[in-house]
């Protein structure tokens, strides 16, 4: 009999990058490399299972700009030359380690891995968001929506037409990519604040996920704490993450993914080998990067040397133990909660999709081994999607949630401190100035309609929560500043050539072709009452 339910949560996204003038721009490295590491393996493992009868369930995220990228046409096709890049890469160093045992077996074992995903790709032509989308007909996962560009919903709250656009526009590109209107969304980092429930109900939807601390320090006591979800005034369920499966996967000190047998994460041929032998794999500037190829585990903590060779064997036993572990600590967490409750307790443990595969290499091993136990060794807890909690278990208590978030210290601070504060005074200004023109030029046509879909874009672009979190955790800080004032500049132009009355139609349109998400986008959400 089912003593509690286990609620996976993936959420998947990448900011919106996207350089036609370039031929191979580094940062859109990002979506390439989570491609083969995390996405196709992940789908891999889901399409196996499901093939098998094994009764895998999970919610997704696919933020808008991930899907977008995903369908790109420009991108699928450098997506697959880097594929196939890395494929020659392989060969090369399988003759480069010839006689050296253990090392060519792992090169092999990279020549496999990339064929392998190769052939996944070609199946799908490249769509993997239709693969995704298969799944979810498969009812393997459910696919949530997300904020358009990933807004951080907190820091927008002040002006309620950019939350209101940041939402609506995220959930018709949901509904214009899988053809169905979603039941649950992400808010982005977990941001939420008290009222925004207001925004999704008028959207259909019925759920989001929140930290901890945000269902603890509701209006009312939650009497059941993180293990069964909140219904908000506006009557959408909020679900909290459960502390304890959390830490067991995200920490590298304390959890899984620090386990010295598992693949280091930093150590790769792409900074170990001559430039000369990675060929096509570096940038054409001679610029190192990752590869993906990796050989050594991670060993110890001092530093990159002298890491042994990885072991691929011993690594995937490792994610097969770390599933059993992981399957009976919910186990003794359901039997408990149970006998204290009047339902099933639901587990929530969301994650970042990119840490399975990226991160942690062996994290799809993780989660195959675990929907396998879960399948086949036990009957106390049973994976469920959010939804499929909610109809089972359609009453519950009504509170308002803290404001909060997911991010370090628990709040604002990851996208509010000394490094990019100085962002919002721009966007709130430009906000303000979207909201005007919207509610301005109501039935505009034509290409005054254009530029003022277009403005709308650049301010959504604008918006992102990547662009702050880059500056704050020092990752590519130049690229994220000049991300936000180049979206700025372009929106700000529009505004001035919308209100002289003059449009410079090839500029636009080359901004069309350049940011070109959200091809059916209308402006006028921005000036709905």
């Given at each position: 009999?089912?003593?509690?339910?286990?609620?996976?949560?993936?959420?998947?996204?990448?900011p919106?990058?996207?350089?036609p003038?370039?031929?191979d721009?580094?940062?859109?490295?990002?979506?390439?490399?989570?491609?083969?590491e995390?996405?196709?393996?992940?789908?891999?493992?889901l399409?196996?299972?499901s093939?098998?009868?094994?009764?895998?369930?999970?919610?997704?995220?696919?933020?808008?700009?991930?899907v977008?990228?995903?369908?790109?046409?420009?991108?699928?096709?450098?997506?697959?030359?880097?594929?196939?890049?890395l494929?020659?890469?392989?060969?090369?160093?399988?003759?480069?380690?010839?006689?050296h045992?253990?090392?060519?077996?792992?090169?092999?074992?990279?020549?496999?891995?990339?064929?392998?995903?190769?052939?996944?790709?070609?199946?799908?032509?490249?769509?993997?968001?239709?693969?995704?989308?298969?799944?979810?007909?498969?009812g393997?996962?459910?696919?949530?929506?997300c904020?358009?560009?990933?807004?951080?919903?907190?820091?927008?709250?002040?002006?309620?037409?950019?939350?209101r656009?940041?939402?609506?526009?995220?959930?018709?590109?949901?509904?214009?990519?899988?053809?169905?209107?979603?039941?649950?969304?992400?808010?982005?980092?977990?941001g939420?604040?008290p009222?925004?429930?207001?925004?999704?109900?008028?959207?259909?939807?019925?759920?989001?996920?929140?930290?901890?601390h945000?269902?603890l320090?509701a209006?009312?006591?939650?009497?059941?704490?993180?293990?069964?979800p909140l219904?908000?005034?506006?009557?959408?369920?909020?679900?909290?993450?459960?502390?304890?499966?959390?830490?067991?996967?995200?920490?590298?000190?304390?959890?899984?993914?620090?386990?010295?047998?598992?693949?280091?994460?930093?150590?790769?041929?792409?900074?170990?080998?001559?430039?000369?032998?990675?060929?096509?794999?570096?940038?054409?500037?001679?610029?190192r990067?990752?590869?993906?190829?990796?050989?050594h585990?991670?060993?110890h903590?001092?530093?990159?040397?002298?890491?042994?060779?990885?072991?691929?064997?011993?690594?995937?036993?490792?994610?097969?133990?770390?599933?059993?572990?992981?399957?009976?600590?919910?186990?003794?967490?359901?039997?408990?909660?149970?006998?204290?409750?009047d339902?099933?307790?639901?587990?929530?443990?969301?994650?970042?999709?990119e840490?399975?595969?990226?991160?942690?290499?062996?994290g799809?091993?993780?989660?195959?081994?675990?929907?396998?136990?879960l399948?086949?060794?036990?009957?106390?807890?049973?994976?469920?999607?959010?939804?499929?909690?909610?109809?089972?278990?359609?009453?519950?208590?009504a509170?308002?949630?803290?404001?909060?978030?997911?991010?370090?210290?628990?709040?604002?601070?990851?996208?509010?401190?000394?490094?990019?504060?100085?962002?919002?005074r721009?966007?709130?200004?430009?906000?303000?100035?979207m909201?005007?023109?919207?509610?301005?030029?109501?039935?505009?046509?034509?290409?005054?309609?254009?530029?003022l879909d277009?403005?709308?874009?650049?301010?959504?672009l604008a918006?992102?929560?990547?662009?702050?979190?880059?500056?704050?955790?020092?990752?590519?800080?130049?690229?994220?500043?000049?991300?936000?004032?180049?979206?700025?500049?372009?929106f700000?132009?529009?505004?001035?050539?919308?209100?002289?009355?003059?449009?410079?139609?090839?500029?636009?349109?080359?901004l069309?072709?350049?940011?070109?998400?959200?091809?059916?986008?209308?402006?006028?959400?921005?000036?709905?009452?």
């Amino acid at each position: 009999m089912t003593s509690g339910y286990l609620a996976i949560v993936l959420h998947g996204h990448l900011p919106f990058i996207r350089h036609p003038e370039h031929d191979d721009y580094i940062e859109e490295r990002w979506l390439y490399e989570a491609i083969t590491e995390c996405y196709a393996p992940l789908l891999m493992k889901l399409f196996a299972l499901s093939d098998e009868g094994v009764r895998a369930r999970a919610t997704v995220t696919l933020s808008p700009t991930l899907v977008h990228m995903l369908r790109d046409d420009l991108l699928k096709v450098r997506a697959v030359r880097h594929l196939m890049r890395l494929e020659e890469l392989a060969e090369s160093e399988l003759r480069r380690t010839a006689g050296h045992g253990h090392l060519q077996r792992l090169a092999r074992f990279y020549r496999d891995r990339f064929g392998a995903i190769h052939a996944f790709w070609d199946r799908w032509s490249g769509d993997l968001a239709a693969a995704f989308s298969e799944l979810e007909e498969r009812g393997v996962l459910e696919i949530l929506a997300c904020a358009a560009t990933h807004g951080y919903l907190p820091l927008l709250a002040a002006q309620p037409a950019c939350v209101r656009a940041q939402l609506a526009v995220g959930v018709r590109h949901h509904v214009e990519a899988f053809g169905r209107a979603p039941r649950g969304i992400w808010l982005p980092e977990c941001g939420y604040y008290p009222g925004v429930e207001e925004e999704l109900a008028e959207l259909g939807i019925r759920f989001f996920v929140i930290d901890t601390h945000c269902v603890l320090h509701a209006s009312e006591r939650p009497r059941w704490g993180v293990y069964a979800p909140l219904y908000t005034p506006a009557g959408v369920a909020a679900f909290g993450r459960d502390p304890e499966s959390s830490r067991q996967v995200w920490s590298a000190e304390t959890g899984y993914p620090g386990d010295f047998w598992y693949r280091d994460f930093y150590r790769d041929v792409g900074y170990d080998l001559p430039l000369e032998q990675l060929g096509a794999a570096t940038h054409p500037d001679g610029i190192r990067g990752a590869t993906g190829i990796k050989y050594h585990r991670i060993t110890h903590r001092e530093g990159l040397e002298n890491k042994d060779l990885y072991n691929v064997e011993e690594a995937r036993r490792r994610a097969a133990d770390h599933a059993g572990n992981f399957m009976f600590n919910r186990q003794h967490q359901a039997r408990h909660l149970r006998a204290h409750m009047d339902r099933p307790p639901v587990i929530v443990a969301p994650y970042d999709a990119e840490l399975f595969g990226h991160w942690w290499f062996e994290g799809p091993d993780f989660l195959d081994y675990l929907f396998r136990k879960l399948h086949y060794d036990q009957d106390d807890v049973e994976p469920v999607t959010l939804a499929e909690y909610l109809v089972r278990h359609p009453r519950n208590q009504a509170a308002i949630p803290s404001a909060g978030s997911w991010g370090a210290r628990g709040y604002n601070w990851v996208w509010l401190d000394g490094s990019n504060s100085w962002v919002y005074r721009h966007v709130h200004a430009a906000g303000e100035a979207m909201t005007r023109l919207a509610r301005e030029n109501r039935g505009a046509g034509g290409l005054r309609r254009r530029a003022l879909d277009q403005a709308a874009r650049e301010l959504l672009l604008a918006q992102s929560s990547d662009w702050a979190f880059l500056m704050m955790t020092k990752q590519s800080v130049e690229f994220a500043a000049r991300r936000v004032k180049a979206h700025m500049a372009r929106f700000h132009r529009l505004q001035s050539e919308l209100e002289s009355g003059w449009i410079d139609e090839g500029w636009l349109a080359d901004l069309e072709r350049r940011d070109n998400i959200f091809p059916r986008i209308d402006y006028g959400v921005y000036g709905e009452d």
